[in-house]
């Protein structure tokens, strides 16, 4: 072997060792991730965890003890107790409200979301193309910028402090419909809907039938986000809801927490108890919405 020759391979060999590993690249990038999404995780969870201490603390150990650790005694049940029965159980009421407005409220704009949706994937009709960019341009109306105009038409039909004043503006979400309508032309094929008019099925039993059925995953991500976004509304109860008895869990324990201004009356131990039992819903509802995620990406697979 020549004196070139061997430089050559000797060059080759240095070269071949400071090559990095594209086994320790894939280490190191998945570490990157790991201490990401553990510091993401622990700054979600820190108000929780805040809401969890505070919940087991009296009065005095709130105002006294360490805001981040237990105090020396354990109130909870004694919070939750003073929590159902103050002013005769308002709180229960509060919370049957929530769930009346974002339960019914969501179910209903989560099925005229998806209808709307189907329409606009699979059916050609004059003005198509511009109730779709009405719907996209929708987006960039904020919705505190529709509260007022809201609140008026309530007004001159009577919809003011009644459930229907937070009922009908949660069976429209533009959003809902954009979703819908993208998952839509993403599971339901033309082919599948076109043997169905074959076999004689009207589009009612076509879209309650097959459509509903293949846009389970869909319609669990829509309803989800309806559910969520109407549990935590502020602004529009806030406006159109005048007697307490109609309240939402949010708004009851906002003006509890005023009360401490306005009277005297520190209610401060049993706000911090209904905001920790007011994220256990959503939590339950991510939870049970969970299996639609895992099997619904299956149910519209064509053989």
Request: aromatic content about 14%; proline content about 4%; overall charge positive.
């Amino acid at each position: 072997m020549t004196m070139t020759e061997e430089r050559t391979a000797a060059v080759g060999k240095v070269r071949r060792l400071n090559r990095p590993d594209p086994a320790a690249r894939s280490r190191g990038g998945q570490r990157f991730l790991l201490v990401g999404l553990v510091l993401a995780s622990m700054y979600s969870l820190f108000p929780v965890w805040w809401l969890i201490v505070a919940s087991t603390k009296d009065r005095t150990g709130l105002y006294q003890s360490n805001g981040l650790w237990f105090s020396g005694g354990w109130h909870l049940w004694d919070n939750l107790h003073q929590l159902f029965t103050y002013d005769d159980g308002i709180f229960l009421r509060w919370t049957a409200n929530s769930f009346l407005y974002a339960g019914v409220g969501s179910l209903g704009g989560t099925l005229l979301a998806l209808a709307t949706g189907y329409g606009l994937a699979r059916f050609q009709f004059p003005g198509r193309s511009l109730v779709f960019a009405c719907v996209v341009g929708s987006f960039l109306i904020p919705i505190a910028l529709l509260t007022l105009p809201l609140y008026l038409l309530f007004s001159e039909i009577g919809l003011v402090d009644t459930p229907w004043a937070m009922l009908v503006p949660c069976l429209i979400n533009p959003f809902s419909v954009y979703l819908a309508k993208v998952y839509t032309e993403a599971t339901v094929p033309y082919e599948l809907l076109e043997a169905a008019r074959i076999d004689g099925a009207g589009e009612l039993r076509i879209f309650f039938s097959i459509v509903l059925r293949m846009m389970t995953t869909g319609g669990a991500t829509v309803f989800l986000l309806a559910f969520v976004n109407t549990w935590n509304a502020f602004f529009l109860p806030l406006t159109v809801l005048r007697g307490e008895e109609n309240w939402t869990l949010n708004l009851g324990l906002y003006n509890w927490s005023g009360k401490r201004l306005e009277s005297g009356v520190d209610l401060t131990s049993l706000v911090l108890t209904g905001a920790l039992l007011s994220i256990v819903p959503m939590a339950i509802m991510m939870v049970a919405m969970r299996r639609y995620w895992r099997t619904g990406v299956t149910l519209g697979a064509l053989k």
